[in-house]
């Protein structure tokens, strides 16, 4: 079982920068995929970004060229950097981590991300 706990989110103008974090509570190193999950009003949640235990990486169209994904493995860390925000990137951000020997799934609290002038 790993315990997951986001941060970094907030409020930021339109075209502004934020880093997310995502400390895993045990080592993410080998047998753990990692996204990050947002879940804007009234939608359903969604995936941004993902990446394999190799390094991998996998985008959302929507974030493509703007976000970017990225694992610390030593650190037991999981980061989403997010570029030129919008309006539309406003959400509450979820970081996920998935065994991938027994499929098990676990969940961060959430941090909300607010992109607003």
């Known amino acids: 079982q790993v315990q997951l706990v986001e941060s970094g989110g907030g409020l930021v103008q339109p075209g502004g920068s934020l880093r997310l974090s995502c400390a895993a509570s045990r080592s993410i190193d080998r047998i753990y995929a990692m996204g990050w999950y947002r879940q804007a009003p009234g939608k359903q949640r969604e995936l941004v970004a993902a990446?394999?235990?190799?390094?991998?990486?996998k985008y959302a169209d929507s974030v493509k060229g703007r976000f970017t994904i990225s694992r610390d493995n030593a650190k037991n860390t999981l980061y989403l950097q997010m570029n030129s925000l919008k309006a539309e990137d406003t959400a509450v951000y979820y970081c996920?981590?998935?065994?991938?020997?027994?499929?098990?799934?676990?969940w961060g609290q959430g941090t909300l991300v607010t992109v607003s002038s």
């Open positions: 990446i394999t235990s190799g390094g991998v990486t």
């Open positions: 996920n981590a998935n065994n991938i020997a027994n499929g098990m799934d676990y």
